[in-house]
Structures are given as C-alpha cells and as structure tokens.
C-alpha cells in the first residue's frame, strides 16, 4: 500500500528534480540543541522501537543528542497535545500513527489538538500490517474456511480486537463487510489479553498488528490466516495475503515523525530530508526489519501526500461504522 502510494508521490520530484537538490542541501546540515522525539506509548512497543532505531541512526547525521520521551497516556493523545505546544524553535517531533493522527480526529467529539491544522508531516519512517487469527487449535485451517464458518454462524463470530476504536476495530469491520455478514467485535485492552482469549478459545477470531500476532503463529500457539500486505511476509511466507486468499482488502498502518505547525517549513523539511535518509541506510532498515518493523523512507512532502492518502482510505469507513467517543 505504501510502496504504490509512495511512487505516486515521488513522480512530481522527479519530473522537477526538486528532491535531490533538497536532499544534497540538507544532508549535512546540523542543529544546535538536542532533538526530541516524543512517544505517545510506554517503551518496548512497536512505536517506541521504531524511534529508538532511527534515533540511533540521527544522532550522526545531525550532530546532536535524541532524546526519546515516552508520554503515555489516552491513546497517544497527550504526547500529541504536548507536541502541538511546541515554540517554533523547539527541536520536538511526535513519532504519531493513525490511531492518533487519523483515528482520533473521526470519532472523539473533542480533541485537545487538530490533527491536520496543529502538526505537519516530517517522514514516514515504518509501515505494518494486519492479520486475521484463530487459535492454534481452532478447526479453520483456512481464509475459505473462516468465511465459509462465519457465514454459517454469524452470531459466533465474534472478532477480537486490541482496543476498540483502533484500526483492527476499523479492519474487522472492513473484514465482515467484504465477507458478507455482520461481525461483533470484542474490545480489549491491549494485544495480550486479546491474544490470551484467542489460545484459550474464549473468542474465535483476532484481528490485530502482524508484530503482535507473528511470534505466537510461529511457536504455533496461533494460526494467522491472512496478511493485510500486497505481498507475504516475510517471515510468514506460507500465509497468504487476503488478496490471495480470494477477499479483496488491503490496508497498513504507519509511524510518521510530525512536527508542530509552528517550526519553520524550512526546518522541517529539512529533518524530513535526513530522516528519510536514516531510513534508507541498510543497517538501519535491518534493524527495522528485526523489530518486525516495515521500513518506509519518505520525506515531508512524500510523507504528506502518504498520510492524506491513508485519511481518504480509512475515513470512510470509520465515519460509516458510527463509532465515537464521547466525553
């Protein structure tokens, strides 16, 4: 999803030759004070990892100290709130996803921050996807086999989720639509209870991330049945994509540097240009790839045209589900 897109955004740079000249400019530019990445979620999760990777990566190319804040709490939202705060001479960057910077927007009645207003896009750094799973000892082998069950028990299943109101909520949803009967799902606090109740078969069915669902495929405590991705996995080359499988969805997530909308362009563009470059370092996409982490290499402007593309995928769906918070 993200490769498709990222072309499309590319292609103005290139017929401008614009995007090599900034990126010749900026690539050895330097700050002056430490930059900080703030991260909305406690240390060791998806998010937290993929800042701790590139940071170790920009440290050399700016010359200055990363520091990483882990500012927990509502779903990302203060670490967002503490960022849209930031005085144009603040060197602070939000490492944000979609729950936060598209999700959030369409279904809370009040935001302390807009999400399109507040921050501008710096780089895209990573991309993950999603999976449908049963448990290891479920009796459905099969994509085929999961559709052909749920429309034979539509009041069975039941589709458990990290967290209601995430993007697997949104997936599942997308999953039951394509599939042709209604799907109840079932809100967790988090991966781990979700993936508990899974094993233990008190919910049949789990969408969730790929990096929280892959570990337990592999020691066979799961049985994931569909990747979200264009492609396989990697690391699960006999799993098909939905695609594949015969049902037409594909979708990602995504952890996206942003700025506050009061730095300067020129500043943003520029950390935009170096993080891209990170990014693109094969040792650091390694390092990615080890954290079961997709790596995406795009600058501000690339960035933009990714994050508008993803809002205009998700936002319909989220809108048409009826799903808010409110206070």
């Given at each position: ?71 927990t709490g509502a779903g990302g ?21 979609p729950a936060v910077m598209v ?105 969730d991330t790929l990096d929280a ?115």
């Open positions: 999803m993200i490769k498709n897109a990222l072309r499309a955004a590319l292609l103005p740079c290139i017929l401008l030759a614009s995007c090599a000249v900034g990126a010749a400019q900026t690539s050895t530019a330097k700050l002056s004070s430490p930059v900080t990445i703030v991260v909305g979620y406690a240390p060791g999760g998806a998010t937290d990892r993929a800042a701790r990777i590139v940071a170790s990566g920009l440290q050399s190319k700016l010359g200055v100290p990363i520091i990483i804040e882990n500012r939202r203060i670490a967002a709130q503490h960022v849209k705060n930031a005085a144009p001479d603040d060197n602070i960057l939000l490492l944000g996803n999700v959030a927007p369409l279904v809370f009645d009040s935001l302390p921050y807009d999400a399109q207003k507040d921050f501008q896009p710096v780089s895209m750094v990573t991309e993950y996807g999603f999976g449908v799973a049963v448990s290891a000892d479920s009796q459905i082998k099969t994509m085929q086999a999961l559709v052909d069950w749920a429309k034979s028990n539509p009041e069975q299943f039941n589709i458990g989720v990290p967290a209601t109101g995430s993007l697997p909520h949104f997936f599942g949803l997308m999953l039951a639509d394509q599939i042709g009967t209604e799907g109840q799902i079932v809100g967790y606090r988090g991966s781990a209870p979700v993936i508990t109740d899974l094993i233990g078969g008190a919910v049949p069915v789990a969408i669902l892959t570990q337990q495929h592999l020691g066979k405590r799961i049985r994931i049945l569909a990747t979200s991705g264009e492609v396989r996995e990697a690391a699960l080359p006999e799993v098909p994509t939905f695609t594949q499988a015969g049902i037409d969805l594909k979708a990602s997530g995504w952890n996206t540097f942003f700025a506050s909308s009061s730095m300067p362009d020129d500043k943003a563009a520029m950390l935009g240009e170096i993080i891209k470059s990170v990014t693109a370092d094969p040792a650091i996409r390694k390092k990615l790839h080890d954290g079961d982490l997709i790596p995406v290499s795009a600058n501000a402007q690339e960035t933009g045209k990714l994050v508008d593309a993803f809002r205009a995928q998700w936002a319909p769906v989220v809108t048409a589900s009826g799903f808010v918070v409110t206070k």
